[in-house]
């Protein structure tokens, strides 16, 4: 039985009373006005660099605010500084690679997401006789370094890419399977096949040149160890036999964290 059957069935008393007064209806609507107004103000709070908020309108306008200081603090963060590089060095196929991504360069990259400039690289040998290049874990390591630098290359977002190559890792035996690779591209909004595409683009000759560039780039750099972390351009941590070792400044996520926010404000 509805409302309207027995509104219907007493015809002396009408369903909707006239405009007097706090009706519920017109209650409700109030309540529901004060929720929305609050929450778009704490969200606007919440994210002085929003454009719709009306602090950032100052720094674009380039105009001095004529605000109290109060307004200007919340103008202070959003002041372009240069990103602090940081670069994690890799063999898809390596245990070390794992705790390092997990314990180390994912939680850290979660709180300096913007203030990092993130890069994977990989660890291997250029072989000069076929312009390939020599994995400790075989070819098949090769093929996953390939794959998470097509990942790095099509989804250079680190949210997704570090997201995903640290699904592969976690099962690192099974990589380069195409089940796992499948799974964990789904997990993380890639799409398999682009990433198929780019790993067997010119029979397999263009994920070899950027694997060659890449493991070039780590022996420039000094590094021969998985998984070698370096901030601003310098060995910060290794992780290796399982075992943090070479990290005079610590190990820690805070410790790193700590780190990355001392240079990006030195960068002023
Ligand atoms: C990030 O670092 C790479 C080198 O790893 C460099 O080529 C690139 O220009 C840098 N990007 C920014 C935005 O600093």
């Known amino acids: 039985m509805g409302m309207d059957e027995r509104a219907s069935g007493n015809p002396g008393m009408p369903l909707i009373p006239p405009r007097r007064g706090l009706t519920p209806s017109r209650f409700l609507l109030a309540v529901a006005y004060i929720i929305v107004v ?122 997704t890419y570090l997201g995903f190559v640290m699904c592969l890792t976690r099962d690192y035996r099974h990589i380069p399977q195409r089940g796992l690779i499948e799974d964990c591209a789904l997990e993380h909004a890639i799409d398999f096949d682009k990433l198929n595409k780019c790993a067997t683009k010119d029979d397999g000759g263009y994920g070899m040149g950027m694997l060659r560039r890449s493991v070039k780039r780590t022996s420039a750099a000094g590094v021969t160890k998985s998984c070698t972390v370096r901030l601003n351009e310098e060995i910060y941590c290794v992780r290796d036999n399982g075992q943090w070792k070479e990290c005079p400044h610590g190990s820690s996520v805070n410790d790193l964290v700590i780190a990355i926010e001392k240079l990006y404000h030195q960068n002023a």
């Open 38 to 159: 609050g929450f778009v103000y704490c969200f606007f709070q919440q994210n002085p660099n929003h454009p719709l908020n009306p602090h950032t309108v100052y720094k674009h306008a380039g105009q001095q605010p004529s605000a109290p200081k109060t307004v200007i603090k919340v103008v202070e963060p959003s002041v372009e500084r240069e990103l602090v590089p940081l670069e994690a060095h890799i063999m898809s196929k390596c245990p070390d690679a794992k705790d390092c991504l997990r314990d180390l360069v994912l939680p850290v990259m979660q709180r300096t997401l913007d203030k990092v400039n993130f890069t994977l690289s990989f660890i291997g040998r250029p072989t000069e006789h076929d312009d390939g290049v020599a994995c400790k874990h075989g070819a098949e390591e090769c093929l996953g370094n390939i794959i998470e630098l097509c990942a790095q290359e099509l989804y250079p977002d680190p949210k």
